[in-house]
């Protein structure tokens, strides 16, 4: 039994939530009486709520996320109907800029916005003694990062072997892109780097291996990346996995000199592009030096062996649909390994919201408030972006077509894979529940109907990317370009027809 429970709903099992592990680190001398609970987004509401009753709190907090929001609405509204006499306390960033909240969010006792380290603690202990706090938004107090308890020793020795750690070495962004929250911070703030690392050193004793830094601009003082780049090459091992949130115009050269040092297979990279578009990013408070983007993205590839993955966001107050494909036939030139096409979202509280009336952005009322057309991108204009991105993510990011997307992107890398992307949805109706080597039937077909790729061609890329894939089976035009077949062979290929006519 615990008086009080905090808990969230993750996007998958694997990761891990810091939030609530750093509130559990500074619950002081009410620790012993409160619980940790992490569900799923994939898990049914009924079965969340029975197993927080299970433990008979009296104060439930929740970390809301864009992720979870609605999950956690759900929740909500069971738990006010079975057992209202529980003080439900919201914090997170999707409830942390009010009055910009969700109706639901009509339900909570209390919410406590910004960082709840200090706040969130201070009002469980007056509920427990029985007072009650007058208004129902408790402003979260910032304190120096010095004052905080580490919530590094709270990951369990599970956590370690089967999930992602997350870890921060600062806090905060220096920069004011408006699309982001961390906009509204004033500065970024380090945590003391001797202690830091020691932390690290013991997460690594115990076993860590998948370290994700969550800092939004990892290398902004070149001193402490380069420190912490070193602690990581004195421990390197085959499993060793770090993954960095990297500003895209810094990159001295002590800093390429310890990247270089990294063997493949070690070091991920995000890396925040949004756009090479000048108006954009001056319209959105973007500083970003394109030339420095472009050289240091090159000198990534060329001479270090970490895994890039870029992102690009569509949709931005004066994109247009051409605009965008500018932005990334640019990017597809520098190579990353990833591009990854997200489309603009309404994040409560974000500067960028002050363009909604001037760009008529429209967006989903509905988690996670995506952008559905603008007064530069229609509503259709924006559904074929959507799908050209999960197709994107299937051909283009996965690896698998590793042969063939250069036939289909060849000079023409956006406008090519749009036609791509339309031909594939055309001859599926669907972006989504599609098996492997359906997709690969559907490339091969797309190919030639809307790219005109000789047959020759598609099809020796498209064998050599199917062979590398792992795939079992073969699909029926590999099957009928190859050698008469054996009965067997027959046979099977006449199951896959009928199974592709029924799909």
């Known amino acids: 039994m615990s008086d009080i429970v905090i808990t969230t709903l993750n996007a ?26 992490e569900f799923g987004i994939q898990q049914r509401p009924l079965e969340i709520v029975e197993k927080l009753l299970e433990l008979q709190p009296r104060i439930i907090g929740f970390g809301v996320y864009i992720w979870n929001a609605a999950e956690i609405g759900a929740i909500v509204a069971i738990l006010k109907q079975v057992a209202p006499q529980i003080v439900v306390v919201l914090g997170g960033p999707e409830v942390s800029h009010p009055p910009d909240l969700a109706p639901w969010t009509e339900l909570a006792d209390f919410i406590v916005t910004g960082y709840g380290e200090i706040s969130f603690p201070d009002l469980c ?37 089967q999930r992602i750690v997350y870890v921060e070495a600062s806090r905060g962004c220096p920069f004011k892109c408006e699309f982001c929250l961390s906009s509204l911070d004033l500065t970024a703030k380090p945590f003391a780097l001797d202690a830091f690392l020691t932390s690290m050193a013991e997460l690594h004793r115990r076993g860590a291996r998948n370290f994700k830094f969550i800092d939004r601009t ?39 000199t310890a990247i270089a040092r990294f063997p493949p297979g070690v070091l991920q990279f995000e890396i925040g592009v949004q756009s090479f578009d000048p108006a954009i990013q001056q319209r959105i408070s973007r500083r970003q030096d394109n030339e420095k983007t472009k050289a240091n993205l090159a000198w990534l590839r060329q001479h270090s062996q970490a895994h890039i993955h870029a992102d690009l966001i569509a949709g931005l107050p004066g994109d247009t649909l051409a605009g965008f494909g500018n932005s990334f036939d640019a990017l597809v030139a520098l190579q990353p390994q990833e591009i990854q096409v997200g489309i603009l979202k309404r994040l409560r509280g974000a500067p960028i919201n002050r363009h909604t009336r001037a760009f008529d952005l429209r967006y989903d009322p509905n988690p996670p408030y995506a952008l559905l057309s603008s007064s530069t991108l229609s509503f259709a204009e924006m559904q074929r972006i959507n799908r050209f991105a999960r197709f994107w993510d299937l051909i283009g990011n996965s690896g698998r077509f590793a042969h063939t997307l250069p036939l289909i992107l060849a000079d023409r890398p956006f406008a090519r894979f749009m036609l791509l992307s339309e031909s594939l949805y055309a001859l599926s109706g669907s972006t989504w529940q599609i098996s492997l080597k359906r997709l690969f039937e559907l490339v091969y077909q797309a190919m030639a109907e809307s790219l005109a790729i000789d047959q020759a061609s598609a099809l020796a890329s498209l064998h050599q990317d199917l062979r590398l894939s792992g795939e079992k089976g073969v699909p029926q035009f590999l099957a009928a370009s190859a050698a008469p077949a054996s009965p067997k062979r027959s046979t099977a290929n006449k199951r896959q027809k009928q199974s592709l006519q029924a799909g």
């Open 125 to 161: 202990h007056q509920l427990l003694v029985g007072i009650q706090p007058l208004a129902k938004i408790v402003v979260g107090q910032t304190v120096p990062l010095a004052d905080l308890a580490s919530p590094y020793p709270y990951y369990s020795d599970t956590d370690i072997r």
């Open 12 to 37: 998958r099992y694997i990761h891990s939530a810091f939030g609530l592990r750093y509130l559990y680190a500074n619950m002081g001398e009410l620790q012993q009486h409160t619980a940790l609970l």
């Open 218 to 256: 990892f290398n902004l003082k070149t001193d402490t990346s380069v420190a912490i780049l070193e602690f990581f090459l004195e421990r390197l091992s085959s499993d060793l996995y770090l993954h960095f949130e990297v500003i895209p115009d810094n990159l001295p050269d002590r800093l390429k």
